[in-house]
């Protein structure tokens, strides 16, 4: 899950505003991981992609 759809339980507030110091730290750390910038839709796609490619290197190395 991407951090502006996040509320916090420490304000309420959405993490993405960054109302007070959980939030700021929440955002920061979720900000510094490389899988927090992505929307669930693109990790959907990336997983996708990941399962058809062993799907073919599967096909590809099985004897004739």
Do not use: I, K
């Amino acid at each position: 899950m991407t951090y502006d759809r996040l509320v916090c339980a420490n304000c309420a507030a959405p993490v993405s505003e960054g109302r007070c110091p959980v939030c700021r730290a929440n955002r920061q750390r979720m900000q510094q991981s490389p899988w927090g910038a992505l929307s669930p839709a693109a990790l959907l796609t990336l997983l996708l992609l990941l399962v058809a490619a062993a799907a073919a290197l599967a096909v590809a190395h099985q004897p004739a």
